[in-house]
């Protein structure tokens, strides 16, 4: 279902849409390990970018330019706390683009999203749902044809976002992740804001099965996540106050 071509490659998952992805599966940020999507209807070159970083902004508008994509939107699954949103920024070069996050984030946005919402671009949507747990405003996006699942730090790739800081509750995840995203079809692909391993993308049906977190019980998974004793993410101090701003004032 995935088909990778040379350096810029994209996920053709329904006629007229497509999801821009460079070597790595999304457009990768590895100081955070942190992974972009960029999506567009290929009629209407309407985009939305997911999770942008300010330290690639330059690579992620160029990639807008060459595609010639009209960006409408620019949308955080979360207030991120290991690194800087660019969607500020980006609003500042990008004529009429809107910045879109959680109402529960406590963040500034043009557009404060809750469940149910679409995002339109061309005859595509995205839908969210609410999955907080690693923090109150964490959501999930999912396309119109539930082939596809942007989890944020919700679900990652045989992991999960912890649950330590910003309002985490490992309770609150474990039934997010339940109700919420493995609810959806089996081959829907789980596309996550971070890996640390290069992996890149995987399935409901897969991580239902294998995740060795998420197949716990709610008891154990709870345990776990409570003495995971993690070190703080080492730019929280700066990175939360930013985003709460859309990454601007941020110095
Ligand atoms: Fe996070």
């Not at 949507?125 to 944020?152: N, R, W, Y």
Request: proline residues 4%; negative net charge.
């Amino acid at each position: 279902m995935v088909q990778y071509i040379s350096r810029t490659l994209w996920n053709l998952c329904q006629k007229g849409f497509r999801q821009f992805l460079s070597q790595k599966g999304g457009l990768f940020e590895s100081e955070s390990s942190t992974y972009t999507y960029l999506l567009a209807d290929t009629n209407t070159k309407e985009a939305v970018i997911i999770d942008p970083v300010l330290e690639t902004i330059d690579r992620d508008l160029k990639l807008i330019k060459e595609l010639g994509l009209n960006l409408t939107v620019a949308v955080n699954t979360h207030c991120h706390a290991d690194h800087i949103t660019s969607t500020g920024l980006m609003k500042q070069r990008v004529a009429g683009l809107k910045s879109a996050i959680s109402k529960f984030s406590g963040a500034t946005a043009d557009i404060h999203l809750t469940e149910g919402d679409n995002i339109p671009f061309g005859r595509h949507s995205l839908t969210v749902k609410e999955t907080p747990g690693h923090t109150d405003g964490c959501i999930t996006l999912v396309t119109g044809d539930q082939t596809m699942a942007f989890t944020g730090d919700a679900l990652l790739i045989r992991g999960c976002g912890r649950t330590d800081f910003q309002q985490g509750c490992a309770e609150k995840l474990y039934h997010s992740v339940h109700e919420k995203i493995f609810t959806l079809p089996d081959e829907c692909l789980i596309y996550p804001a971070h890996d640390y391993l290069g992996q890149t993308v995987s399935t409901v049906g897969e991580e239902r099965k294998f995740n060795p977190r998420l197949t716990k019980s709610m008891e154990e998974f709870v345990e776990l996540m409570n003495n995971l004793n993690l070190p703080k993410p080492k730019k929280i101090d700066i990175s939360v106050p930013a985003n709460l701003v859309c990454g601007l004032h941020h110095v």
